[in-house]
C-alpha cells in the first residue's frame, strides 16, 4: 500500500500569501494524501482573528490530518499571556496543543509542540523539547512506517536562514531515531529540506516545509509532498511562482535496507 503525506507549515495567516494559500487546497486534495500535517504557525501573532481564519482554511484541507503548533501560535505580542497561557488559543480554535497522533494502516504519526511561549534564555522563539514523552511514546506493534513531527527543526539545518536553536534537540533526535523513526517532519525556517539525520544506525530522515506566506527566506512560499513507495521516499517541494505550484526541489530517500545515496532530483523550478 502506497502512503501519501502532504506537508504544510508556516501558514502565518495574518501575513498568509493569501493566492497561495487558496491554491494549496486544490493541490493538496489534487495529490489524494493518506494523511495532512501541518507543523505549526498557522498565524502571525495568535490573534483570534487569525485562528479563525486558520480554522477555516484548516477544514477546507483533506482529512485525516494533524497539526501541531508553532512558537507564532501563541499571543505574541501579549507578553502576560504568551507566558502564563500561551497556547489556550490554540486549544480554543484548532485542538490539542502538546500530543497528538495518528495510525493507519502501516503507518504511525506522533506530534509533540516543540514550542514555548517563554524560556530563560533571550530568543524564547526557539524550540524546545522534553524527553520524556518521547521515551514513553508507543508506536504500535504493526506500523512499517513511523512519522514524527514538530515546529522546529530538532538539529541545526547548513545553508537555511534560521536555525531552531532547540533544546535537547539532538538527544531528541537520537530517542527517535533509536525508535526507528523514519521522517521527522518540521517547519521554522521557511526553507523546505531534506537530509539524513547524522550517526543514526538505519535511516531516519529530518524533512522541512516551507511557508505559505509573505515572510520568505530566499524561496518562494512552498509546501511539500512525500510518498512512501517500496524502496524509497519520493520528497516533492512544490513551490508557488503566482499562478500555480510546479516543482521546486525534489529528494528520493532510500528506506531501511535500501543502499543507495540520497538522490537530488531536480534543484530548481526553472531546471523541472
Known amino acids: 500500500m502506497t502512503i501519501r503525506i502532504a506537508h504544510l507549515s508556516d501558514i502565518h495567516f495574518g501575513g498568509e500569501d493569501a493566492a497561495a494559500v487558496e491554491a494549496a487546497v486544490a493541490a493538496v486534495a489534487a495529490f489524494a494524501p493518506t494523511l495532512t500535517v501541518v507543523t505549526g504557525d498557522l498565524t502571525l501573532n495568535g490573534l483570534p482573528s487569525e485562528f479563525r481564519a486558520a480554522r477555516a482554511w484548516l477544514d477546507r484541507l483533506p482529512w485525516p490530518r494533524l497539526v501541531t503548533p508553532g512558537n507564532h501560535d501563541t499571543p505574541y505580542w501579549n507578553l502576560l499571556l504568551r507566558a502564563l497561557v500561551p497556547f489556550n488559543r490554540y486549544r480554543k480554535y484548532i485542538g490539542e496543543p502538546q500530543v497528538v497522533a495518528h495510525d493507519a494502516p502501516g503507518l504511525a504519526v506522533r506530534c509533540i509542540n516543540s514550542a514555548r511561549g517563554a524560556q530563560p534564555r533571550p530568543d524564547w522563539s526557539k524550540g524546545a523539547m522534553a524527553l520524556q514523552p518521547l521515551r514513553t511514546l508507543d508506536w504500535g506493534a504493526a506500523a512499517t512506517l513511523k512519522v514524527f513531527g514538530c515546529h522546529h527543526p530538532l538539529i ?30 518540521t517547519g521554522h525556517v521557511h526553507v523546505p529540506f531534506a537530509l539524513a539525520l547524522p ?15 509573505i515572510r520568505t527566506r530566499g524561496a518562494p512560499a512552498s509546501f511539500s509532498t512525500i510518498v512512501a513507495e517500496s524502496a524509497a521516499f519520493k520528497v516533492t517541494a512544490l513551490g508557488w511562482n503566482g499562478r500555480e505550484f510546479g516543482v521546486l526541489k525534489e529528494w528520493r530517500l532510500p528506506r531501511r535496507g535500501v543502499a543507495p ?12
Do not use: K, M
Open 261 to 272: 545515496p540520497i538522490e537530488d532530483l531536480v534543484v530548481t523550478a526553472e531546471s523541472a
Open 199 to 213: 550517526g543514526a544506525l538505519s535511516p531516519c530522515y529530518a524533512l522541512g516545509a516551507g511557508t505559505l506566506s
Open 156 to 185: 541545526d539545518i547548513a545553508g537555511v536562514p534560521v536555525t531552531g536553536g532547540v533544546h535537547r534537540g539532538e538527544e531528541a533526535a537520537a530517542i527517535l531515531a533509536a525508535a526507528d523513526v523514519d521522517l521527522i517532519l
